[in-house]
């Protein structure tokens, strides 16, 4: 009986403090074909650089529609799915709400071959609101996702009625005082991610070294394609997009902005990408986003700007409330 009460408590200590790594996660195919998104999932073809390829979406119909449209464009380590409560109270308030998956991301599709540019990437995302037969619509993008959104807005100003970006990167250039790092490199490195990389990364980068349940289902879609057999080509797209991020800043053309803009900035985020690869005086002066959100602000001509104190890279999972106010008010007014 002692030794069945013993092993008992061993299993329990195992099950309580032992990492999600040594537990299995369900490996993912490149789509993510068995992964349940919080809303209806769409399919868009598009015909671009020689090839065919799927652009997957949600399109959340408001029971009482307003009249106004929003789009949700997500960051580099996310999909569409992460919007799930900003859709919902979005659609409650009367917004037609569409989430694209951007190609090399989520449910679309990851090419072999691709030319990855957010010009391109804007280019497809106004393809699909033409699919949708939307010319208005607001434009928003947490992230590498507001690198995107900023470049949508330059292209396409009369399309672009609202511009919010929650904590954008692309704010700096790290090209001057990062090292270039080649595909090749960025490539190896993800070819070598695990469940407790990404955690930790997340812990780090997004909530001050802290960790809650509601973020692990996050870390664990990104860690589940690392087991399929299909990884190297998800690793492949994500070293590409990295390479896209890094040598495309969108600060140099924020004067050019004419949309009405929200910044919303976590004030905690110190996110910059090659921050490892640079002595320490220098990686104090990256990813000072209280400073990066006021000079964006400045530069923007028709700029708010809502800094939020305490908060991270992810204000809209790791402090919603102060996330979606100001955004309702914004899109509201």
Sequence with gaps: ???????????????????????????????????????PVHFLKLQIQGQQLQMTYMDIQPSKPNGKTIVLLHGKNFCGAYWDSTAADLSNNGYRVVIPDQ????KSAKPAHFQYSFQQLAQ????????????????????????????????????????ILENP??????????????????????????????????????????????????????????????????????????????????????????????????????????KASVPEDIRKTMGNYPELGKNAAQKIPHARLVPIEGVGHLPHIEAYTKFITPLLKFLQE
Aim: charge should be positive; hydrophobic fraction near 40%.
């Design 169 to 274: 990167i692309g704010l700096e250039d790290w090209k001057v005082k990062v090292p270039y790092q080649s595909v090749d490199k960025w490539y190896k490195a993800e070819l070598q991610q695990s469940y407790d990389k990404i955690k930790q990364y997340m812990m780090d980068s997004y909530y001050a070294g802290k960790w809650s349940p509601a973020y692990d289902k996050w870390a664990q879609l990104q860690a589940s394609w690392i087991s399929s057999p299909d990884y190297s080509q998800v690793a492949w797209n994500s070293a590409l997009t990295y390479d896209m991020i890094f040598t495309q800043p969108v600060l140099y053309e924020l004067e050019n902005i004419q949309t009405p803009t929200l910044l919303i900035i976590g004030q905690r985020d110190r996110t910059a990408l090659g």
């Design 1 to 39: 009986m002692k030794k069945i009460c013993y092993l008992l408590l061993i299993a329990c200590f195992i099950a309580i403090y032992c990492p999600l790594q040594a537990q299995q996660i369900p490996a993912q195919d490149i789509t993510l074909s068995k992964y349940k998104y919080p809303f």
């Design 103 to 106: 190609v090399g991301f989520g």
């Design 124 to 163: 497809n995302t106004k393809t699909l609101l033409d699919s949708l037969q939307i010319t208005k619509t607001a434009i928003l993008g947490h992230s590498m996702g507001g690198m995107l959104a900023t470049r949508f807005a330059l292209m396409y100003p009369e399309v672009t009625e609202k511009l």
